[in-house]
C-alpha cells in the first residue's frame, strides 16, 4: 500500500468500525456503492484510483472487509 494512503485506509476502516447503519458510510468522497454481477451483496468504498475497501452486511454488521482492486 501507498504509504500516502494509509492514513485514509484507517479512517475508512475506523469508519466501518464505527457504523451503525450502511448510511454511515455513505460520505462525501467515500463514493459508496454496491458491487453487481456475481458480487452482488459487496459494497465498496474508495481509497484511491481503482483501490477500495469492499465489504458485505451480514445481520447488521460489516463483515468480510477487504482491501482490493476488483476493476
Known amino acids: 500500500m501507498n504509504p500516502m494512503l494509509v492514513s485514509r485506509f484507517r ?4 469508519l466501518l468500525e464505527s457504523a451503525e447503519t450502511l448510511e454511515d458510510m455513505n460520505l462525501p468522497g467515500l463514493c459508496l456503492h454496491q458491487l453487481k454481477g456475481n458480487r452482488r451483496g459487496t459494497w465498496a468504498v ?3 484510483g481503482n483501490w ?5 452486511l451480514k445481520e447488521g454488521d460489516i463483515i468480510d472487509v477487504d482491501y482490493e482492486d476488483y476493476h
Open 11 to 14: 479512517r475508512i476502516l475506523a
Open 52 to 56: 477500495h475497501v469492499t465489504f458485505r
Open 46 to 48: 474508495k481509497v484511491s
